[in-house]
């Protein structure tokens, strides 16, 4: 089977193909990154025969248009983690770096590494990680209008000091406005308009919130029957997740969001020590969820209590939790997506 390696670029793409032990058989650059373009490397790629598979490094902002074209085409897509395409760099005969070598890194890498994530074409989850990620963006451009507007209402009365988190409300948002157009000067001006802007993003913030928590109810209704999973929640890691059928296990899922240990052997000793690699989103909002639980689900603090008893202080009973409510979510997403999938099997005959 001959494996093609892509270096994907915003502008342009590299190929290099190599055989089933790494011998390189050509490379070829497109000239631009277009549906074309992409058509235009496949009939090069079709001179190698019906046996084979792409390899792209996992830069889907970049790669994302070229996926699509191939998966269009029937072709078959493995994603290789930059790590991965690095490794098989360094290790190689040549030096440098170019389009040409990374490609080909790629390739070797895909080679090295059997059983990588294989690329599907973008369906709801897609989508919903849009919006969720167009409602973070607007909470952040709140958050620095809010901080703005502080400090203008310091400027203007020191005494007047709005309780924290108060102006996320827009009756307090519209209780400011209403006490600045009562006042003069350029100060009061840009601080009216501030307050109607954070008033527009938090109009805007609570529309996508009210369609992201629609949209998540049809897709994963047993997710959000969780103790601690609200909606938000649930799209966050529908999101980050993509689909949960890409991991081959309970412990892979772990791996992912970085709630599971590391090993570290000491002589004849093992240990384990905390996690700090994998999804950082997917891992907060297992937090998020282990913290929830710890006030309020009666399992969750006899779980605690239990490991607190047996000498584990409460940050290691926390990162345990986590642990456990990662082998939860995965089984949770699972039987939501065969639920999907039955349901569409039916709809369809």
Known sequence: MVTLGIDAHKRTHTAAAVDDVGRELGTKTTTSATTDDHLALLRWAERFG?????????????????????????????????????????SARTYGKSDPIDALAVARAALRHPGLPTAQLDGPARELRLLVDHREDLVAERTRCINRLRWHLHELDPS???????????????????????????????????????????????????EITTRVQAMTPALLELAGVGALTAAKIVAEVADIRRFKSKDAFARHNGTAPLPVWSGNRERHRLSRTGNRQLNAAIHRIAVTQMRCHTDAKAYLERRMTNGNTKTEAIRALKRRLSDVVFRTLLDDTRSTAATCLAQAA
């Open 50 to 90: 019906p046996d084979r598979c792409w390899a792209v490094e996992d830069c889907r902002h970049l790669s994302r248009r070229l996926e699509s074209d191939l998966l269009a085409a029937g072709e078959r897509i493995v994603r290789v983690p930059p790590k991965l395409m690095a490794h098989a760099r360094d």
């Open 160 to 210: 007047w000091d709005p309780r924290l988190r108060s102006l996320t409300h827009l009756k307090n948002l519209d209780a400011v406005a209403a006490r600045l157009s009562s006042l003069e000067g350029m100060v009061a001006r840009v601080a009216s308009e501030i307050a109607m802007h954070a008033r527009d993003l938090t109009v805007r913030e609570r529309a996508l919130a009210r």
